[in-house]
């Protein structure tokens, strides 16, 4: 049962963490001042480490060999845009900042819809049927 409601926990704050940053990422870009680009900066990286210790323990869990590969692949893609976006961020060009986190969000949205059965119905109960 522990180990159960450690996992729902872990899809509450992902869910949660793409909620966030698909929605305050886009309002604190538009402040282009010091302390906007140092919140950013420190956003992405807590919100990196959370994901990627919640999607690690998930995809632990998760039964099928097929739907473990998809979703470390597509997490891998994700963590590689959250990593790129955080250069940018460190770079204050806000152009390449925005490329990135279009990237960033792409790559999380389709994390999110591998994810999305067991968002709703509970971790890893079975594999998502493909149609």
Not at 2 to 11: A, D, P, Q, R, T
Not at 58 to 77: F, M, N, S
Request: charged share 35%; net charge negative; with cysteine.
């Amino acid at each position: 049962m522990g180990h159960e409601m450690e996992l729902k926990g872990c899809f509450r704050r992902i869910k949660n963490c793409a909620i966030e940053l698909f929605s305050t990422m886009e309002e604190d870009l538009e402040m282009d001042d010091e302390d906007s680009w140092d919140l950013v900066g420190r956003d992405v990286r807590l919100k990196a480490t959370f994901l990627y210790i919640d999607l690690c323990r998930v995809i632990t869990c998760c039964e099928g060999e097929e739907h473990k590969k998809a979703l470390t692949v597509l997490a891998d893609r994700f963590f590689y845009s959250m990593e790129e976006l955080g250069d940018a961020v460190e770079s204050r060009s806000l152009p390449l900042v925005q490329v990135r986190y279009s990237d960033t969000a792409d790559a999380l949205r389709e994390v999110v819809a591998v994810l999305a059965p067991s968002l709703q119905s509970g971790p890893c109960e079975s594999d998502p049927e493909e149609e």
